[in-house]
DNA sequence: CGGCGGAGAAACCGATCGGTGTACCGGCTC
DNA sequence: GAGCCGGTACACCGATCGGTTTCTCCGCCG
C-alpha cells in the first residue's frame, strides 16, 4: 500500500474532532472524542496541551477548505458582484444538507463566550478573513463605502447561516437576494439589471 | 414587609437561570444554578423535572419582557417604517452592554444544537414572534412582500446580535442602517428621505 | 397547641469530566 | 540484536455532571 494507507495520528484526531465539535457542541467530551478517532487520550495529550488546542487547531486546519468552498477561486472570472454573491449562493446551497449546522466559526465563538479561548481568537481570524475579502470585492466594485459594505454583507451571511443551521429558516434565495439588495443600495448594481428587488 | 420580601422559590431559580445560562451558556452545571438561586436541588427538581425544564422555562418567562424591550408598545406613534427601525434601534442600544452576548433565544438555538429540545421549542417561538411584528408592519407599511421582508429583517437582526454578542463587531448604525436599505428596497421609503445610503 | 407541607442542607448515586501515570507493543534504525 | 519511539491500553486522579434520598427546620393553618 501507498504511505497513506493510514492517515496520521494527528490528522486523524483533527477531522474526528472538526465533525464532533460541529455536530454536537464544544461541550463534547474527551473521552468521546479520541474514541470515535481511534487515538488514545496519551496521544493526543502528547500532540496537543489539552482539549482547548486540539479545538482550536482543528478549526484552523478547516479554515482554508472552508474559504475554498465559499468563495470563487483567484482564477474565476466574473464581476465583483457576482464573485460576492457566490459566496452567498453557496452558502445557500451548502445549508440545504440535513446535517448542516451553520458557519463553524461563528458556532464557536457562540458557544465558547469566551473571547480569549484560543479557538476564538481562530475563530475571528477566519470570519476576518471572509469579510476582508468581501472588502476587497467592494472596493474593486466601486461601492460607496467598501468597508461599511463589507460589514453589512457578514449581517447577512451570519443571520443566514446562524437561522438556517437552527433550522428556523430555509434560505433558499433569501440570504442571496438580500445581500444583492444591499449590493445596489451600495451603487454596486449589476449591468444589465434594473434591482435586486425585480427578479425576487 | 410585604409579601414580596422574597421572591418564591421557582422564581428565584427562573432569575438564575436566565442569568447564568445567557451568560456561561447551556452547559451550566444544576448544582451552580441552585447555589446561585440560593435554592436546594431539591426543590428544583420537585419544581421542574430537569434540567432541559427549567432552561426552557426561563426562557418562556423573559419572552414578554424581552418583546417589551425590543419593540415599540402598541400605544406608540410610529409609521410602520419607524416601529421597525426602533427595534434595530433598541437592538444596537442593548448590544453596547459590556456583558451583552447576543439573543438568548437565538444563542439557545444554537447552543442546544437539538431542535426538539423544550427550549429549542420556546426559542423557535420567540424568534417566530419577532418575526410575525416584522411582517405585520410590513403589511401596514405596504412593502411588497410582507413576508419576505421580514425574513429578510431577521437574517439581519439575528447576524447582528450574534455578532455583537461575540464581539467581532460593534453595530453602532451598522443593523439599523441595513434594515433601512432593505426597507427603501421593499417600497417603504422614508416620506421625506431619499434613500437610506443617503444618511450613513 | 399540634400537625402538616414547603423548602433547605447535605449525603449519596453512577457516570462523566479533563488530564496523568504506567506498562506494553510493533516497527524502525543503529 | 539492542534500543528507542510513536502509539495503544488501561487504571487512576479529583472534580463535576444530572438526579435522588434522607433528615431537619420553619412557618402557616386549623
Redesign the interface.
Known amino acids: 500500500m501507498a504511505t497513506t494507507d493510514k492517515a496520521s495520528t494527528r490528522d486523524r484526531l483533527l477531522d474526528a474532532a472538526a465533525e464532533l465539535f460541529y ?3 464544544v ?1 463534547i467530551g474527551v473521552e468521546a472524542l479520541c474514541r470515535t478517532a481511534g487515538v488514545s487520550k496519551r496521544s493526543m495529550y502528547q500532540l496537543f496541551d489539552g482539549k482547548d488546542d486540539v479545538l482550536a487547531a482543528s478549526l484552523a486546519r478547516r479554515a482554508p477548505g472552508y474559504a475554498a468552498q465559499l468563495t470563487p477561486g483567484p482564477g474565476d472570472a466574473g464581476t465583483p458582484r457576482e464573485r460576492i454573491l457566490y459566496v452567498f449562493e453557496r452558502a445557500e446551497a451548502l445549508s440545504a444538507a440535513a446535517d448542516y ?2 458557519c463553524p466559526y ?2 464557536a ?3 465558547l ?1 469566551d ?1 480569549a479561548h484560543p479557538a ?1 481568537v481562530v475563530a ?1 481570524e477566519a ?2 478573513r471572509l469579510q476582508g475579502a468581501f472588502r476587497t470585492q467592494a472596493e474593486r466594485g466601486g461601492a ?2 467598501p468597508a ?1 459594505l463589507a ?2 454583507l ?7 447561516s ?2 438556517a ?5 430555509t434560505l433558499d434565495g ?2 442571496t ?2 445581500a444583492a ?2 449590493l ?4 454596486m448594481r449589476a449591468p444589465g439589471e434594473r ?3 425585480g427578479d ?1
Open positions: 455536530r454536537d457542541g461541550s449546522r451553520g461563528l458556532a465563538l457562540v458557544e463566550k473571547p476564538s475571528r470570519k476576518e460607496e463605502d461599511f460589514r453589512q457578514m449581517l447577512v451571511f451570519d443571520g443566514a446562524a437561522r443551521g437552527s433550522g428556523i429558516e433569501l440570504a437576494t438580500t439588495a444591499l445596489d443600495a451600495a451603487g434591482t435586486a428587488a425576487r
